[in-house]
T-cell receptor, first 114, second 115 residues
Framework: GDSVTQMEGPVTLSEEAFLTINCTYT??????LFWYVQYPGEGLQLLLK?????DKGSNKGFEATYRKETTSFHLEKGSVQVSDSAVYFC?????????????FGAGTRLAVHP | KAGVTQTPRYLIKTRGQQVTLSCSPI?????VSWYQQTPGQGLQFLFE???????NKGNFPGRFSGRQFSNSRSEMNVSTLELGDSALYLC??????????????FGAGTRLSVL
């Protein structure tokens, strides 16, 4: 079935370091791909999205490119801040069995230290 | 503009009881989706309601049910609670149903503990 696999965390970085969180997916058809962020005690917030192959989603310095050939949607940021500390979820939206579904990865916790 | 509001924030129940959770979407949003978040299974989609009709559903047993009212507020009910139902239940609202133009906005969740 459809699924999303994220790199396990926690990822611990120093401020201003480069961030990559890997995400790969398995899906039939042409899913849309998303990154969500969850700050402590809060719900999920949409960070960025891409709806077709080679699309690049970007927001707040974060970027991810929809790579159909490698079925990947890796999240990157050039210089992380302490305020980026949160849990990041990769997700895909697919249509199967007559229903639309959002399928999430397990989440990757990021901790950024000053 | 108020965000998605979920009540209560915390709930403690015992096995065998039933529970009802509430979600008020962002004003003007007609789609409400429910998710279960646990450390073991992660985030899993339960179902989506749009205009008082269930439009999409995940792979949960019939003990999990929901409904949506004419003002778009939604409730989720879990009957015959099991220990494994302990989780953070998240609600998300959007203008349109799950599909190509859907962007979901999440509430802070209701944390349910089953003893």
């Amino acid at each position: 079935g459809d699924s999303v696999t994220q790199m396990e965390g926690p990822v611990t970085l120093s401020e201003e370091a480069f961030l990559t969180i890997n995400c790969t997916y398995t899906a039939t058809g042409y899913p849309s791909l998303f990154w969500y962020v969850q700050y402590p005690g809060e719900g999920l917030q949409l960070l960025l999205k891409a709806t077709k192959a080679d699309d690049k989603g970007s927001n707040k310095g974060f970027e991810a490119t929809y790579r159909k050939e490698t079925t990947s949607f890796h999240l990157e940021k050039g210089s992380v801040q302490v305020s980026d500390s949160a849990v990041y979820f990769c997700a895909l939206r697919t249509f199967s069995g007559g229903y639309n579904k959002l399928i999430f990865g397990a989440g990757t916790r990021l901790a950024v230290h000053p | 503009k108020a965000g998605v509001t979920q009540t209560p924030r915390y709930l403690i129940k015992t096995r065998g009881q039933q529970v009802t959770l509430s979600c008020s979407p962002i004003s003007g949003h007609r789609s409400v989706s429910w998710y279960q978040q646990t450390p073991g299974q992660g985030l899993q989609f339960l179902f989506e309601y749009f205009s008082e009709t269930q439009r999409n559903k995940g792979n949960f047993p019939g003990r999990f049910s929901g409904r949506q009212f004419s003002n778009s507020r939604s409730e989720m009910n879990v009957s015959t609670l099991e220990l494994g139902d302990s989780a953070l239940y998240l609600c998300a609202s959007s203008l349109v149903p799950l599909g190509s133009k859907n962007i979901q906005y999440f509430g802070a969740g209701t944390r349910l503990s089953v003893l």
